[in-house]
């Protein structure tokens, strides 16, 4: 079993910044694919961006040129740096990871909550 804890929401003003990061424990593969969704008050759940172990990214359009994904493969950590934040970014962010079957079924975090005041 894996577990996700997430550290690093807040409240910040429209243009500032916020890091999120979340760290990885347990059963973890080698080869998977980690990153971030995010889910606004009315509103499904919606990718962010991920990362896969070879260090491939994918970004939500909303985001893209404004967010960076990393990841520290040796600490089973993933990062979320959040620049030029807008009010349309405020939501619960979740981490999410991906995993060979073999390794279960794909984890979550408990979230973490990003307001962006105006």
């Known amino acids: 079993q894996v577990q996700l804890v997430e550290s690093g929401g807040g409240l910040v003003e429209a243009g500032g910044s916020l890091r999120l990061s979340c760290t990885a424990s347990?059963?973890?593969?080698?080869?998977?694919?980690i990153g971030w969704y995010r889910q606004a008050p009315g509103k499904q759940r919606e990718l962010v961006a991920v990362i896969s172990s070879g260090g491939e990214t994918t970004y939500a359009d909303s985001v893209q040129g404004r967010f960076t994904i990393s990841r520290d493969n040796a600490k089973n950590t993933v990062l979320l740096q959040m620049n030029s934040l807008k009010p349309e970014d405020t939501a619960v962010y979740y981490c999410?990871?991906?995993?060979?079957?073999?390794?279960?079924?794909?984890?979550w975090g408990q979230g973490t909550q990003v307001t962006v005041s105006s």
């Open positions: 999410n990871l991906r995993q060979p079957s073999s390794f279960g079924p794909e984890s």
């Open positions: 347990g059963r973890t593969a080698t080869i998977n694919v």
